[in-house]
């Protein structure tokens, strides 16, 4: 088996975004490999502890991968101030005599953007609308490479390394299962301060919201980079809890058209047309529905989402952000895809000068106070139940090939990605007895 089917067999998908399949992306010849280590969202650790304690598994499923792909640089992207893990990397290259290259950035948000990565190490400009391969790129994640390495001395995806952190007794880095609950994965971390909460999965600018009552619901997936708890009448609560009919109200009343949500738009700065503010104009003209079809809304297709006009850009409180993204939905229902022009792009003379800080970034979002604190350690937890939903990535869900009443042993495989199909092989977080199958597993001890 190569690289790749040994990837699929594992059933990676990437551990810091959507979950796209890694065998798909790996599915490639390019010119350079860059591995996503900025860890951009203000208050995770994941992929920082994950850097101080496994550089030999990084560099050398690194170097695989580079091979594999035929690349001629391997360079791992993280912020300057990462001095530990620069050290722990080092380390590493020299051990295994690689030829790793690590580029430092500046601490700003969003560093570990896709795009924007592949510009502070290339110095090029993904196309509008394009992917990293259009400039012979390949973009994986840290935590992704690790999972690689496994995958190479034939461990299945089975685990995540997640942070816990915000109103919790003890901020702290987990690995558990897949499968594991919200609720053992908070108690792990000392319970919360406060009665009531609202959680973020993932990072404060692109984090999923949650209730209290969805979180108590919801189980760690192979996207699941963190858990962040929050009083729920903070700045993010309500922005997340703003009604659609209300924020595009607020967009037509409001608007000073003062243009800062497309001075700082990163996507913006690398010269993409996308123009918030000009969306935000054309939406206090009429519905969204009327503007379909006109251009500067289609720009909408270019937006990231990574909420630096929302959330920091916007003297207004206004969410550009969130109306990209009901336009997103309304061009997609009207089959729109973003055309490709051909054309090239020049990155803003300003964009140096335009980066947010990562620091005042947690501050505009309200969690600034979670801001400063060191993992030193890592959790390691083995729940009596797992429940492992089927699709946990971008594609079809997986179809079990267990039934209950079976007896699995972690690492075997439960449901199989459809042949030919867009997907994600997934397995037994732990040893147990399958209890259901339906579009999620039931494993218990
Ligand atoms: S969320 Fe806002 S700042 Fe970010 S890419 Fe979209 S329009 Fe630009
Ligand atoms: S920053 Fe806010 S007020 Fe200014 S143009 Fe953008 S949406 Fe309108």
């Known amino acids: 088996m190569n690289l790749t089917q040994k ?6 998908v990437g551990c810091g975004g959507a979950g796209f399949p890694t065998h798909i992306k790996y599915n490639a010849k390019v010119e350079h490999l860059i591995i996503n280590a900025a860890e951009c969202e203000p208050l995770l650790r994941t992929d920082r502890y994950i850097m101080c304690n496994k550089a030999r598994e990084i560099i050398s499923a690194c170097e695989a991968i580079r091979e594999h792909l035929g690349a001629s640089d391997c360079t ?17 290259i020299l051990a ?10 500046e601490s700003f948000y969003p560093a570990g953007d ?59 880095v987990l690995n558990v299962p897949l499968g594991t609950s919200f609720k053992d994965c908070l108690t792990l971390a000392g319970g919360a301060n406060i009665e009531d909460y609202f959680v973020i999965c993932g990072g404060p600018m692109m984090g999923k919201p949650m209730t209290k009552e969805e979180a108590l619901n919801s189980v760690v997936t192979k996207t699941t980079s963190g858990y962040i708890i929050l009083p729920s009448g903070g700045r993010l609560p309500s922005l997340h809890q703003t009604t659609v009919e209300h924020t595009i109200n607020r967009a037509k009343s409001a608007c000073i058209q003062c ?10 700065m690398l010269g993409h047309p996308i123009e918030p503010h000009k969306i935000m104009r054309k939406i206090a003209r009429g519905s969204i529905e009327e503007m379909i079809g006109d251009p500067v809304v289609i720009n909408a297709l270019l937006c990231c989402e990574c909420g630096v006009c929302e959330l920091y850009a916007c003297p207004m409180q206004l969410q550009p952000r969130k109306v990209n993204s009901l336009v997103k939905k309304e061009l997609a229902k009207n089959g729109i895809r973003y055309q490709k022009t051909g054309e090239e792009y020049t990155v803003n003379i300003n964009r140096e000068y335009r980066k947010i800080p990562s620091k005042r970034a947690a501050n505009r979002a309200g969690t600034g106070k979670y801001y400063d604190y060191t993992i030193k350690n890592c959790k390691e ?19 079990p090939v267990v039934k209950a009443g079976d007896t699995v042993r ?26 259901s199958v339906g579009e999620v597993i039931i494993i218990e001890r």
């Open 259 to 268: 243009n800062f949500c497309t001075q700082l738009c990163p996507r913006n």
């Open 7 to 12: 990837v699929f067999e594992a059933g990676i």
């Open 96 to 105: 295994l005599a690689s030829k790793v290259k690590i580029h430092k950035m």
């Open 381 to 399: 937890f083995t729940p009596d139940k797992v429940e492992i939903p089927v699709k946990q990535h971008i594609g079809v869900p997986a179809e």
């Open 410 to 435: 972690c690492g075997q495989l439960i449901a199989k990605c459809p042949e030919g199909k867009m997907g994600a092989n997934i397995h037994a977080s732990i040893d147990g007895t399958v209890k």
């Open 114 to 172: 896709e795009q924007v990565i592949v510009c502070e190490v290339t110095g090029k400009v993904v196309p509008a609308g394009g992917i990293p391969l259009d400039v012979g790129c390949v973009v994986s994640n840290v935590a992704t490479v690790c999972a690689v390495y496994d995958a190479l001395n034939g461990k299945s995806f089975t685990n995540k390394y997640l942070t816990m952190t915000g109103e919790v007794g003890e901020p702290v």
């Open 76 to 92: 791992i992207a993280l912020k300057k101030g990462y001095k530990e893990e620069i050290a722990s990397l080092e380390v590493a």
